[in-house]
């Protein structure tokens, strides 16, 4: 859903939240412009360069040092932390 890339963090989250209930039986597959999407998915896949690089749980991920997401996860929120102080 490109639609979902200007709107506010608010009615994302509860844009989210309705997938995740109404879809709860379901295989959900986001493409994500904001990391909180996705960290309470069950499961993440990193593609760079058109390659698979990752596929675990969000946290393990988070966990592992060279990881590709985990990399991303630590500069969503240093930007965050940034723009919110300005």
């Known amino acids: 859903m490109k639609q979902t890339a200007s709107i506010d963090n608010a009615t994302d989250m509860i844009l ?16 994500a412009h904001r990391i909180p999407t996705v960290m309470d998915c069950t499961m993440v896949l990193a593609i760079s360069d058109g390659k698979l690089v990752e596929y675990d749980e969000p946290m393990k991920l988070m966990k592992q040092e060279s990881s590709l997401f985990g ?8 930007h965050y932390h940034l723009a919110e102080s300005h």
């Open 71 to 78: 990399q991303l996860v630590k500069e969503y929120w240093s």
């Open 16 to 31: 989210q939240k309705t997938i995740r209930t109404e879809f709860a039986n379901s295989t959900v597959i986001t493409v």
